[in-house]
């Protein structure tokens, strides 16, 4: 899986979620929306980490 088309899709859009919640954080003042941005980038990198352990 590592190197993969999805691995690489998966990890670009952690990074752009991750990116996407630190500005909400400083821009938008809100904790609520920051959480939920956070969290969703949070569960798809642990979606990720299990389906490389999965296709090992």
Do not use: E
């Amino acid at each position: 899986m590592r190197g993969s088309k999805l691995d690489d899709i998966m990890t670009l859009l952690f990074m752009l979620l991750a990116i996407a919640s630190v500005v909400v954080l400083f821009i938008a003042n809100t904790r609520t929306a920051f959480l939920g941005i956070a969290g969703v980038a949070v569960i798809l990198r642990i979606i990720q980490y299990i389906l490389r352990f999965i296709k090992k």
